[in-house]
């Protein structure tokens, strides 16, 4: 048996006629237990939703910056267990946040 060749033609209509990718960005989540970011550090790449999600009872929030200089990125309150928060990072770079309430609570997002 012989190999067949399609054209070049041929092939090139087959990938026009490709569906471009319609796949959710990728998903990496972030976990509050116990006043801490688990992780504490992520290594992300660009188009990436970050999803932090608070598993303890009380208030925590997530916000851009450092406790002495935040950078106004991003801000949200978690109300408690089961209440969730999420953040494209599209631009690479580095990405540090903390909790306003307990400022000892920080955490790190890298995009590579």
């Known amino acids: 048996m012989g190999v067949r060749q399609v054209p070049a033609i041929a092939c090139a209509v087959i990938l026009s006629l490709a569906a471009p990718s319609t796949a959710a960005p990728p998903r990496s989540p972030v976990d509050i ?5 688990k992780p ?3 290594e992300v790449t ?3 939703l970050v999803a932090w ?3 303890d009872d009380i208030t925590h ?3 851009s910056g450092r406790p002495d200089a935040r950078d106004g990125r991003f801000q949200q309150r978690l109300e408690g267990k089961g209440s ?3 953040v494209d990072f599209n631009e690479r770079g580095v990405y540090p946040y903390f909790c306003e309430r ?3 609570m920080r955490g790190e997002i890298r995009v590579n």
């Not at 237990?33 to 970011?37: D, E, I, K, L």
């Open 84 to 86: 969730t928060l999420s």
């Open 53 to 55: 999600s608070n598993h």
């Open 46 to 48: 660009p188009g990436t």
């Open 33 to 37: 237990r116990v006043f801490q970011f």
């Open 102 to 104: 307990h400022p000892s």
């Open 40 to 42: 504490a550090q992520l």
């Open 61 to 63: 929030t997530v916000t």
